[in-house]
Antibody, heavy 121, light 106 residues
Framework: QVQLQESGPGLVKPSQTLSLTCTVS??????????WSWIRQPAGKGLEWIGR???????NYNPSLKSRVTISVDTSKTQFSLKLSSVTAADTAVYYC?????????????WGQGTLVTVSS | DIQMTQSPSTLSASVGDRVTITCRAS??????LAWYQQKPGKAPKLLIY???SLESGVPSRFSGSGSGTEFTLTISSLQPDDFATYYC????????FGQGTKVEIK
């Protein structure tokens, strides 16, 4: 059973960089049938896709966040990571990592439990 | 950007009711649509992919249909465990979610 687990600071100061890591277990992060995404959800609001990474390292980002987002992968550690720069209070949200079922088009078939990141001084 | 619009935003229903949620895309998404269920404090759970394919382990009372720009999620007989928020999501171009439909107890 594939499991994903987010980790990282729960509090980030405004203008700083948010950094999160997702550790994948129970399956290979290098399987080319899948790729990996970050999604966030502000309290009481809907879901926003942040971006995705293939195990080749190729990335795609939400155009609204593209200038501030970097997603990377470390297959040796079965982890992928998110960096979001110049954060503001609007970036406060629960951040989820998810597996993308690339072999059937790209739905999110496995999710981490989510981690709350608060942007505040 | 492809916009996804769900209706209704909130739905009040009783156990045993047939429930239908609609999702409309701003352009043709070629059937690349998924439905998720989310309960408070939990991650979303995949129910339906490719508009009408039931994810493994999901009860058969859930079904999806539609094409082009209009899609529906139907729960044939609402069960107590089904009270939750439901999201549609397109994956024809990048990823966009609908705003959610909360199914609450009538």
């Amino acid at each position: 059973q594939v499991q994903l687990q987010e980790s990282g600071p729960g509090l980030v100061k405004p203008s700083q960089t948010l950094s999160l890591t997702c550790t994948v277990s129970g399956g290979s992060i290098s399987n080319s049938n899948y790729y990996w995404s970050w999604i966030r959800q502000p309290a009481g609001k809907g879901l926003e896709w942040i971006g995705r990474i293939y195990t080749s390292g190729s990335t795609n980002y939400n155009p609204s966040l593209k200038s501030r987002v970097t997603i990377s992968v470390d297959t040796s550690k079965t982890q992928f990571s998110l960096k979001l720069s110049s954060v503001t209070a609007a970036d406060t949200a629960v951040y989820y990592c998810a597996r993308v079922a690339g072999d059937r088009g790209g739905d999110f078939d496995y999710w981490g439990q989510g981690t709350l990141v608060t942007v505040s001084s | 950007d492809i916009q996804m619009t769900q209706s209704p935003s909130t739905l009040s229903a009783s156990v045993g009711d047939r429930v239908t949620i609609t999702c409309r895309a701003s352009q043709n998404i070629n059937g690349w649509l998924a439905w998720y269920q989310q309960k408070p404090g939990k991650a979303p759970k995949l129910l339906i992919y490719r508009a009408s394919s039931l994810e493994s382990g999901v009860p058969s009372r859930f079904s999806g249909s539609g094409s082009g720009t209009e899609f529906t999620l139907t729960i044939s007989s609402l069960q107590p465990d089904d009270f939750a928020t439901y999201y549609c999501q397109q994956y024809n171009s990048y990823r966009t979610f609908g705003q959610g439909t909360k199914v609450e107890i009538k």
